[in-house]
């Protein structure tokens, strides 16, 4: 599984601090010395190079700003009508050593072939965080602001990633922000603000005690500290969107399938799909297997929902023609999905074809259209 997609729907940048570990300990070589910012993590999303065309979606050098002698910088922006993307630079101006791991330390022994142990690979220096808010810096609230206008969540799809490489004191956080997941479009040149600057004490930013700086609907307003502020042209790219909303149902024995909306943009094909569990399917999967998901010692963790009736089929989808061809071998599973719903995330498609489908494909690489789901 890619490691930039989770089958989980979680919220928060703290909240999603968890897997941001697992990805720092992952270490993937993908990622070298220097990293290429948001065309890698589209490649990477993907498993397919980001083709050149949407190369020029991506701005650079958008802000800098020096906070307690660290130099923040927004590196590259980049939104192609569905999804932001950020990256930016935390540098440490009184910190002398890289904050990156080598391949040495990320594999050990296990060196892989051709990779010389003292090469810096994709992963963060255990101190590396407590550095940055040693100085004071870095998120210290949950959010962005569009506009002046609050993102309080990182919506479901989301993620951040965060490395260091060779240079003292420096380490890079890449971000994709999935605004279409909470319904947020952007058009025009826009202020985006990220509460990435001095770090504020909490206590000054409760409701209960500064209802002042909560909008009527319970909204923070703009911090007026704390935050670093730039200007991004999102250069009207949703003109450029192809978006198909298909008729009808997908009706199996375990699930229904209805298409949400299949997107072409200019990065990526976004694919949502809504899903409801058959009830005798699920019916039947609770008489053998019981109500609930059980530890080791036995004891209720979660009830069993519908994923763990269809969840199998719906690893299995990917992207064919109506003969089921696949037509990214690579890129292979959903990005999320819940009891309610899936997401799937294909590299770009310049020339659609006359059908698409999502089809379950076995261990050989044969499809069963008898079990796929029409997109186009």
Not at 60 to 70: A, G, R, S
Not at 166 to 189: A, C, H, M, Q
């Amino acid at each position: 599984m890619n490691k930039y997609l989770t089958k989980t729907k979680r919220s928060g940048i703290f909240a999603f601090l968890i897997a941001l570990v697992m990805v720092t300990v992952a270490c993937s070589a993908a990622f070298a010395e220097s990293t290429e910012g948001v065309a890698e993590l589209v490649s990477e999303m993907t498993e397919t190079p980001m083709p050149e065309s949407a190369a020029q979606l991506i701005q650079h050098d958008l802000y800098q700003e020096t906070v307690n002698n660290v130099e923040i910088t927004i590196r590259e922006a980049a939104y192609d009508g569905r999804s932001l993307f950020l990256e930016y630079v935390f540098r440490m101006l009184d910190v002398n050593e890289p904050l990156g791991i080598t391949a040495a330390e990320a594999y050990g022994d296990e060196l892989p072939e051709g990779m010389a142990p003292d090469q810096y690979v994709y992963g963060l220096a255990e101190n590396a965080e407590d550095l940055l808010y040693s100085h004071n810096v870095g998120w210290w609230i949950d959010g962005i602001w569009i506009d002046g206008k609050p993102l309080s969540d990182m919506p479901g799809g989301s993620g951040q990633y965060t490395s260091g490489n060779s240079i003292p004191g420096e380490f890079v956080e890449t971000d994709v922000w999935r605004l279409d997941n909470v319904d947020v479009y952007l058009s025009g040149k826009v202020q985006i603000s990220l509460p990435i600057g001095d770090c504020q004490n909490l206590d000054d930013y409760t409701m209960d005690e500064h209802p002042e700086k909560y909008d009527e609907d319970g909204n923070l307003l703009l911090p007026e500290k704390g935050m670093i502020t730039f200007e991004f042209d999102t250069k009207e790219v949703a003109s450029s969107l192809r978006t198909f909303f298909p008729e009808g149902e997908t009706v199996l024995p375990e699930v229904t399938a209805k298409v949400r909306e299949t997107v072409f943009s200019p990065m990526l094909t976004y694919i949502k799909l809504d899903l409801e569990v058959n009830p005798d399917a699920m019916a039947a999967f609770i008489a053998e297997n019981g109500e609930y998901a059980l530890d080791d010692e036995g004891e209720p963790m979660w009830p069993y929902g519908g994923m763990d009736v269809f969840g199998e089929w719906i690893d299995s989808l990917e992207l064919t023609d109506a003969a089921g061809t696949l037509l990214f071998p690579d890129s292979q599973g959903p990005a999320e999905y819940s009891d309610s719903d899936a997401e799937f995330l294909y590299p770009y498609i310049e020339e659609i074809p006359e059908t698409l489908y999502l089809a379950p494909v076995n261990d050989e690489g044969t499809a069963d259209m008898s079990r796929a789901i029409r997109l186009v």
